[in-house]
């Protein structure tokens, strides 16, 4: 399977735990995009990746919130202290760099509920 | 600012009848790209289509066509004889300056048997 893999695909805690989802890419691509997706909304964006470098950050993402891609493959998504209101699907998506026009590649998502 | 509207919140047709899905964008740059994207019941987003700002010629693929529209800000697409399979949340998105896609709220359409 050469597509976008996200784990855990759905995840269940508890409010004021950590959690973590993880992101591996298509392999040649080197930009990794994190967006959230509540029940009838589109897909918000969060943050993305060139290579190991995080270009941008939506305020969306609050300090409770952070995201790696340390070497530039697989990328990790943390959220500290989780609160009810994120409950959410977080969705990863890829691209080459070198096709500003393209399409983004998404995986199947990872569902969180906060209890 | 950007920004995808996608005013249909939900469409339901029968089996073999033509669909059209609204989306209206709104940016300031002038090179865009607008893509729609199928969402199905498993989550994952598929990629349908794409045009760039630069072309007006509207196309067709298969069962599917666009109608892009730089005057009215529109990028609309159409189902042709839609099929149970067609059911799923369609989303409109933009890609300018930035390198993000903006995605609209998405329109769910229901194709019955």
């Known amino acids: 399977d050469t597509g976008v893999s996200q784990n855990p695909r759905h995840k269940i805690t508890k409010r004021g735990q950590n959690v973590t989802f993880r992101c591996d890419p298509i392999?040649?691509?080197?930009?990794l995009y994190w967006y959230r997706q509540t029940l009838g909304q589109g897909p918000e964006f969060l943050t993305y990746?060139?290579?190991?470098?995080?270009?941008?950050k939506s305020r969306l993402l609050s300090d409770r919130f952070s995201a790696e891609r340390p070497k530039g493959s697989f990328s990790t998504l943390e959220i500290q202290r989780t609160e009810q209101g994120d409950s959410a699907m977080y969705l990863c998506?890829?691209?080459?760099?070198?096709?500003?026009?393209?399409?983004?590649?998404f995986g199947e998502g990872s569902r969180l509920t906060v209890l | 600012a950007q920004k995808v509207t996608q005013a249909q919140t939900e469409i339901s047709v029968v089996e073999k009848e033509d669909v059209t899905l609204d989306c209206v964008y709104e940016?300031?740059?002038?090179?865009?790209?607008l893509f729609w994207y199928k969402q199905p019941p498993s989550g994952e987003l598929v990629f349908l289509i794409r045009?760039?700002?630069?072309?007006?010629q509207n196309e067709i693929s298969g069962r599917y066509s666009w109608n892009f529209q730089k005057s009215t800000s529109s990028f609309n697409f159409t189902i042709t004889a839609s099929q149970v399979v067609d059911s799923a949340v369609y989303f409109c998105a933009l890609r300018g300056g930035t390198d993000k896609l903006i995605f609209g709220t998405g329109t769910r359409l229901q194709v019955f048997p």
């Open positions: 990746f060139q290579n190991e470098a995080q270009l941008e």
């Open positions: 392999s040649e691509h080197n930009r």
């Open positions: 045009r760039n700002s630069f072309d007006e």
């Open positions: 940016t300031r740059d002038t090179t865009y790209y």
């Open positions: 998506a890829s691209s080459p760099a070198d096709r500003a026009s393209g399409e983004l590649f």
